[in-house]
């Protein structure tokens, strides 16, 4: 019994996409940290503005893409790890205060921090909604003291800002069923992006100060960690979608087509031989002959935009604490050009993310990130995890914490 609770556990993440489904498989195993098994992607069918527009194909894309993700790591799952992005989340902001005492003041447990948080989970949420994360800002208390970690700390009441990632309720329940309906059970939903920053960055880049940016279909995120914590989203209404539905508008070409012109060309120089360079590109019914420069002035206006989106946000009050640069994912992040672009804009060290598990080589981390950022997260909320983890005290530590917690609470 108790080799197959501490023998190698997997954990699967599938991430929603509007254009792909992504998943990846992860093996935990004692004191050996992660070891990435298999990643897959596929076209997604059945799944249109953000909702399930046909249940049986939905349920039917996630067979085929399961099948032949579980075929590569040569494993049978039950369970699955969902991630949901885009216009499917929504980030809000959340505080409430709490009384500790009457009179007098007591040590701060951390009973008493998550009993803050859960009144401003209270507070912040709708009736229709679930908070995926919480991701706690700062702690006050009695109004004089602010602390990122209260702990241990005296007071007679305690305060809390809390910045909360939502779903409504009603999407929720229908990514479930389509999940289920295929034979797997759903253990968690997370929120994809920051599902990504547990593959993509490492703890220090977080305390350090990082930027994340993430290039999806339908939507662009910007996220910023200091000190550890995230402390800023931002989403930006460009996406890679919006691209190419501008090369479609402008050239009149198909959106597949459009897809592969802009993935080949990418954003483009402004050099006059670079505009007059001739372009061929393949079509349904022959060749299209064109100008780069005619392609430049669809694409080049809407990058131009998005990147300066992206500055405004990165430039913000926390500019001179981002020591560790920004990383990109998303399939937007291929798109030739675009890094540079942003790089020089912001003034600041922009790499592509990759994926941080040892032994783990994969040429399209960028792509991956989010769905094997899933499967870690997954991992991390399995009970087991803290005694397979590679610091066998790590538990131990935990435990006698919260029997000393106990002793200062009620003694």
């Known amino acids: 019994m108790f080799r197959k609770f501490l023998g190698e556990k997997i954990f699967c993440g599938l991430d929603i996409g509007a254009a792909t489904l992504k998943g990846g498989i992860v093996k935990m195993q004692n004191s050996q940290g992660h070891e990435l098994l298999a ?6 069918r059945g799944f249109q503005n953000s909702s399930i527009s046909n249940l049986s194909d939905f349920a039917d894309c996630i067979q085929s893409a399961m099948t032949s993700l579980t075929k590569k790591a040569g494993v049978k799952l039950k369970g699955l790890h969902l991630g949901i992005g885009g216009s499917l989340v929504c980030d809000r902001q959340a505080r409430a205060v709490i009384p500790l005492l009457e009179k007098g003041s007591k040590v701060i447990t951390r009973h008493d921090a998550k009993k803050a948080m859960a009144q401003a989970r209270l507070l912040g949420l709708k009736v229709d909604e679930e908070a995926l994360h919480e991701f706690p800002q700062q702690f006050e208390i009695d109004g004089v003291n602010r602390a990122s970690n209260p702990l241990g700390l005296y007071g007679r009441k305690l305060e809390v800002d809390l910045s909360l990632i939502v779903a409504h309720t009603t ?3 229908n990514l479930m069923k389509a999940v289920n309906q295929v034979g797997y059970e759903v253990e968690n939903i997370f929120w994809n992006t920051y599902a990504a920053t547990e593959a993509s960055l490492t703890a220090k880049m977080k305390t350090d100060g990082c930027v994340l940016i993430n290039m999806g279909a339908s939507a662009s995120e910007v996220l910023i960690f200091t000190g550890g914590v995230l ?3 931002c989403k930006i209404p460009l996406t890679g979608e919006y691209v190419t539905s501008r090369i479609v508008q402008d050239i009149g070409v198909t959106f597949d087509v459009a897809e592969d012109m802009k993935k080949s060309y990418g954003v483009g120089g402004s050099a006059d031989e670079q505009k007059n360079e001739d372009l061929l590109v393949k079509k349904e019914d022959g060749y299209l002959s064109l100008k780069r420069g005619t392609l430049g002035q669809s694409i080049e206006p809407v990058i131009t935009e998005l990147v300066l ?6 430039r913000g009050s926390f500019y001179h604490q981002l020591k560790a640069g920004c990383r990109m994912i998303g399939g937007g992040s291929l798109l030739p050009g675009l890094l540079e672009m942003i790089e020089r804009k912001v003034n600041l060290p922009v790499s592509m993310g990759q994926i941080h598990i040892q032994n783990s080589v994969l040429n399209n981390s960028a792509i991956f990130s989010a769905a094997v ?9 399995d009970f087991s995890y803290d005694l397979m983890s590679s610091n066998p005290q790590g538990w131990w530590r935990n435990l006698s914490g919260r029997l000393q917690e106990l002793y200062q609470e009620y003694f």
């Open 39 to 44: 990643v897959e992607e596929s076209l997604t």
């Open 231 to 233: 402390r800023l989203l």
């Open 171 to 173: 999407h929720l329940t």
């Open 309 to 314: 989106r992206i500055e405004k946000a990165i």
């Open 373 to 381: 950022g899933l499967a870690l997260l997954g991992s991390q909320r």
